[in-house]
């Protein structure tokens, strides 16, 4: 589930030029003002580095696409996803994929065809550099429909990550580096710990209530862990 606003894109540009950081902008039809960037995380390894320029087939006037833009954010915040010219080494799609999770809008998804895609200045060579974490984008993924669920009222199923996420449940539960379940009732008292009512993934009908240490739980509208400082050493894949 995403936005998918590529048939309104006119032109952009996406620098990641700064290790672990992507700035830039892009055109829409329909917006007067051109969307900003500043997302955490870096571009794969085909443009790690480099600074792109993008053309999309979006036109003015377009009043379907004004309607239709009409809730973007001009800044954009958040988190990479997938962004790739899908060059060589291909490490995710062969084509280019423009993906990000927004703190405004949600994941945001464009694809574009090969000609639609400048790279402006010299990538990373692919050697200097790993490839883009899944299990990274699979916590960037089950924390974007965590979050989800819970607004719209209705469970979320991330099949990639086997994590099925109740929208009653207001904590995920994380113990050994990884998500292992969800707690709800959540009831903090004086001793560092909480009383909780606790499902687990691996286990959801034993779900009932107990005691829990707080440091074991994160709200998911916090999102879901992504590193040691987040929550207790929480670098490994989100598993059920």
Not at 162 to 177: M, N, Y
Request: aromatic letters at 8%; a negative charge; hydrophobic letters at 35%.
């Amino acid at each position: 589930m995403a936005w998918r606003p590529t048939e309104y894109l006119i032109e952009g540009e996406l620098d990641n030029t700064t290790p672990g950081k992507v700035t830039g902008w892009m055109r829409f039809a329909g917006l007067k003002e051109k969307v900003t960037f500043d997302l955490k995380g870096n571009f794969h390894r085909d443009i790690r580095g480099a600074k792109i320029r993008l053309k999309g087939d979006g036109e003015e006037p377009d009043g379907r696409a004004a309607e239709n833009m009409t809730h973007i954010s001009p800044q954009q915040t958040g988190d990479v996803g997938d962004i790739t010219a899908g060059r060589e080494p291909i490490d995710y799609v062969a084509y280019p994929y423009i993906e990000w999770y927004s703190d405004e809008n949600g994941r945001v998804v464009i694809e574009l065809d090969a000609d639609q895609v400048e790279v402006v200045s010299r990538p990373i060579p692919a050697c200097e550099s790993n490839p883009i974490s899944r299990e990274q984008q699979a916590r960037n993924m089950a924390s974007f429909l965590g979050g989800l669920s819970q607004e719209a009222g209705v469970p979320a199923f991330a099949p990639a990550q086997g994590l099925v996420s109740d929208p009653d449940f207001t904590h995920w539960v994380v113990a050994e580096g990884h998500v292992i379940g969800e707690a709800r009732e959540v009831k903090p008292d004086k001793n560092g710990t909480s009383f909780a009512y606790v499902r687990l993934f691996n286990m959801p009908e034993c779900a009932e209530h107990g005691t829990i240490e707080r440091k074991h739980l994160r709200e998911k509208t916090a999102g879901l862990p992504n590193n040691a400082a987040a929550a207790d050493g929480f670098t490994e894949e989100v598993q059920p």
